[in-house]
């Protein structure tokens, strides 16, 4: 038995759903609930004549997709089922803590307030607060959040799946589950960039270049979920209804999860809205969709509203200091004692150094960027080169890497995100043209995606190690960011310091 379904009333609710619950718990109510309703309607106008999908689905194709999607979120360590990455401590604090405190999360005795991108967080976080609210049992509310976690994660890599083999147009079974698996194993060549710098692999693969790092789609999966998930949604949501109306509101429904990628999604709506536009018959027609009443009420009351939230994060305050790498923390009699470290006098650095180490930051940036996406983009140059889509790629992937905000390289891993989702799209598509043609394209395709895939397999190699060498799962090391407020303000990448003084707390946030 097949159906047609209509994905976009799917992918908008989800999309709308945690900035919906951000403004009716976060926000006091004369602002929130005006705000929530108003996001509601822009849903509703968002799917309001939304074509259906286009591909036919079994019922038994569509429990296989969710069966694949669950698989892979198990073994990301979605709700610490299975082993969970080293970042996992972090956000099973920020998790935990959304589940126990009341929201806004304020952390009075330190004066402080959870500033992060929480949105991915918000749903299964509301499972739990019910649980806590019925039981009265933290074990109890804590299983049912991380239960509802892996089955929310589960949800939103179904609709990534679906989206995809739509964008796709597959005809074939046996293509729709060859695009899902192109997805899950896509990835740079980590494992031949190690080779020519003589690195060494490790359990993670992507860290040879050392200040780059493109992530795989399952680093990402397994690292950073809670901003790469729905920035995948909305990058592959543009790309199969690119209706220009819905372009901000689909783009600001993302900014309380994904705020970097957002950002490097920004430049793929652009060049896609322009696309649009030569197309279009009617110019000034199409001008006017842009200012749709759903495109206004996302930049008029999502985006300000966020802003707002994120501006006193300690992460991007310059008048939080960054703790000194030479200072260390000694532990005596339960006291702890500062003490700077003696540092030797920094080597005086003559001309010719400055210009060997400028070469070979070039030469390793330029080795990286061909095996990362570089290899990729010849091989759709000849078939893409009238692409502004296309040309966008190329200038993204290669000027990401060299911007910064904060004091980590987060900028490059995050806000290449949506790139490479339009990239693969590419590159699924080439493959799978050349597998029909029989051309010698194809096996050069297969040859890089067999040293492309060892990516992605490292990381499931991960977990089974770890838990035949550890016998752990769950990575509940921290407990609550609580744990790292410091009382000298040192930056912290999850909190905004004097929370009481700040525009969001004073003006929007509910008391």
């Not at 296309?390 to 993204?396: G, I, K, Q, R």
Request: aromatic fraction near 16%; include cysteine; proline fraction near 4%.
């Amino acid at each position: 038995m097949e159906s047609r379904i209509s994905l976009n009333k799917f992918v908008y609710i989800y999309l709308a759903l945690p900035v919906i619950i951000f403004m009716l718990t976060w926000i006091r109510p004369s602002v929130g609930i005006p705000a929530a309703l108003l996001v509601g309607f822009g849903v509703y106008l968002a799917d309001k004549k939304a074509d259906i999908c286009s591909i036919k689905f079994s019922r038994c194709t569509i429990i296989i997709t969710i069966a694949i999607a669950f698989a892979w979120c198990f073994f990301a360590g979605q709700g610490g089922f299975w082993y969970q990455s080293d970042d996992h401590i972090y956000r099973n604090a920020i998790f935990r803590d959304l589940v126990n405190f009341s929201w806004p999360v304020v952390y009075e005795e330190h004066d402080v307030l959870m500033n992060y991108y929480i949105g991915y967080w918000l749903v299964p976080a509301l499972f739990g607060k019910f649980a806590l609210f019925i039981f009265h049992n933290a074990v109890v509310a804590w299983l049912t959040a991380k239960i509802a976690l892996l089955l929310w994660s589960t949800i939103s890599i179904t609709l990534c799946f679906l989206l995809l083999v739509n964008i796709l147009q597959v005809k074939y079974k046996r293509q729709f589950y060859i695009a899902i698996l192109f997805f899950i194993l896509f990835s740079g060549l980590d494992i031949v960039g190690i080779y020519l710098t003589n690195g060494t692999a490790g359990l993670h693969l992507e860290w040879w270049a050392k200040r780059y790092q493109y992530s795989s789609f399952t680093t990402c999966l397994f690292w950073v979920f809670n901003q790469a998930v729905p920035a995948w949604i909305a990058t592959l949501l543009l790309l199969y209804d690119r209706r220009v109306e819905n372009f901000a509101f689909c783009g600001l429904c993302i900014f309380i999860s994904s705020p970097i990628p957002l950002i490097g999604l920004l430049p793929i709506y652009v060049v896609i809205g322009v696309q649009e536009l030569i197309k279009s018959k009617e110019k000034i027609a199409f001008v006017r969709k842009i200012f749709s009443l759903q495109n206004m009420i996302a930049c008029l009351i999502i985006f300000p509203i966020c802003l707002v939230y994120y501006s006193n994060n300690s992460a991007v305050r310059k008048d939080i200091p960054v703790v000194n790498k030479a200072i260390t923390v000694e532990k005596s009699d339960n006291t702890e004692v500062q003490s700077s470290a003696v540092q030797p006098a920094p080597e005086k650095k003559t001309l010719s150094k400055i210009l060997i180490k400028k070469a070979k930051t070039a030469v390793r940036f330029g080795t990286f960027y061909m095996l990362e996406a570089g290899i990729y983009l010849v091989l759709l140059l000849k078939k893409h080169k009238k692409s502004l889509l296309f040309w966008c790629l190329v200038f993204e992937l290669l000027t990401i890497p060299f911007i910064h905000i904060g004091r980590a390289v987060d900028f490059a891993m995050r806000a290449s995100i949506p790139p490479l989702v339009v990239l693969m799209t590419m590159v699924f598509d080439d493959f799978y043209q050349n597998y029909e043609k029989k051309s010698y394209k194809f096996i050069l395709y297969c040859v890089i995606l067999a040293f492309a895939i060892l990516t992605p397999g490292k990381e499931f190699y991960r977990g089974a190690f770890e838990i035949y060498k550890n016998k752990k799962f769950e990575n509940n090391t921290l407990l609550s960011i609580e744990k790292m407020i410091k009382p000298d303000k040192r930056w912290n990448n999850f909190i905004a310091y004097d929370y009481s003084q700040t525009l969001f707390y004073k003006y929007l946030a509910k008391k």
